[in-house]
């Protein structure tokens, strides 16, 4: 039934304008806002839903994951852009924050409302 529906996902900020300010400048993404709501489109084409939410509780998990080719670079620039990695106790990252065991390069971050996001790359063969 549902199949052929573009469907979307969404997540809650605490201050839709400085989510958009995060989102569009430091990020770089594209940023519409209506409704008091925000949509980000992806370079994939996808959209997401960013809408405001009393008492918000950042999600406890990735809200959003960034493909990027060269996970240093992107790292790199997002610190130069004002953007913290964080780092995880059980997570054994490198000095830029990378963790680099199992899986794909990954790389942690928050957004201002403490959602957190994260750069990855496929492992080179």
Request: glycine share 8%; net charge negative; proline share 7%.
């Amino acid at each position: 039934m549902l199949g052929s529906s573009k469907a979307y996902s969404g997540f809650a900020v605490d201050d839709i304008p400085r989510a958009r300010v995060f989102y569009e400048e430091t990020l770089g993404l594209k940023v519409t806002e209506a409704n008091g709501m925000l949509q980000l489109r992806l370079g994939s084409g996808a959209e997401v839903l960013v809408y405001p939410k009393p008492n918000h509780v950042p999600a406890t998990f990735t809200i959003l994951n960034f493909p990027v080719e060269d996970i240093e670079r992107a790292v790199d620039e997002l610190v130069r852009r004002g953007v913290s990695f964080e780092r995880y106790p059980d997570m054994e990252t490198d000095e830029r924050g990378i963790f680099r065991l199992g899986g794909p390069y990954i790389a942690w971050f928050t957004d201002p409302a403490g959602n957190t996001l994260s750069v990855l790359q496929d492992r080179p063969a």
